[in-house]
């Protein structure tokens, strides 16, 4: 992790993931500015570099996730096969930031599992975000919260005493690589997380925390 100095701190910017001040600057590639926190380990797009709402859904409704896609199944099941494991038929879920083709949802379903959906562009219900849950899913959404700190405390909220939380984001681990990371070049990505700032916000939130997978994080709020 590379330390904070004089002459790289960015004064007045706090981490939006644990909210540590200052940042670090990091880098600056193709014109978009990276922060790093040296308390959670998060790089973090700098908010002038964020793109307007309207060209972030535009990106989003370009993406084709079908349920019917083997190849996007077998993407999707590094989460859904262990979550299965720990979790019962007739169990209540939450897809939260499901995307305009909620995939995730549809296999879970399949297992005999009652999921409700939530995404801000697609799927905004403010009933989905009114009920509480045995699991909920966030496959491919961290990376894209402006404010994950607030989100993790409204998911933490949402999750009954006992209740899963399913991450799979794709963990940052060598900064070399950085800068022609295909997760990088996404612009809708605004926050890249190693396993060590996934296990801070869970410490923070009083949640266990396993890795059954590359890439994949499962909560548990206590009982």
């Known amino acids: ?3 904070a100095s004089e002459s790289n701190v960015c004064v007045g910017s706090s981490c939006s993931v644990c909210g540590n001040r200052p940042l670090a600057s990091f880098r600056v590639i193709d014109g978009r500015e990276y922060l790093r926190c040296p308390n959670c380990e998060a790089t973090i797009m700098a908010q002038t570099s964020w793109l307007a709402p309207d060209e972030e859904r535009a990106i989003y409704g370009l993406h084709h ?5 083997p190849g996007y199944r077998a993407f999707l099941n590094k989460l859904a096969l262990p979550l299965l494991d720990l979790i019962e038929p007739g169990d209540s879920g939450l897809d939260f930031g499901c995307g305009p ?24 219900s403010d009933t989905a975000l009114s009920c509480q849950y045995d699991f909920i899913t966030c496959t491919e959404v961290v990376e894209h919260l402006h404010r994950p700190e607030k989100v993790f405390s409204q998911l933490d909220g949402l999750l009954k005493p006992g209740a899963w939380l399913g991450v799979m984001t794709c963990f940052q681990t060598c900064d070399d690589r950085f800068d022609n990371w295909h997760y990088r070049r996404d612009p809708t990505h605004v926050v890249f997380y190693r396993e060590a700032t996934l296990a801070l916000v869970g ?7 396993s890795v059954p997978r590359k890439d994949v994080v499962i909560f548990r709020k206590p009982l």
């Open 1 to 3: 992790m590379e330390k």
């Open 65 to 69: 996730n079908e349920p019917g896609d």
């Open 101 to 124: 083709g909620p995939a995730l949802a549809e296999m879970l379903r399949e297992a005999e599992m009652d999921v409700a959906l939530y995404d801000p562009f697609f799927y905004p």
């Open 203 to 209: 410490k923070r939130l009083g949640w266990t925390m």
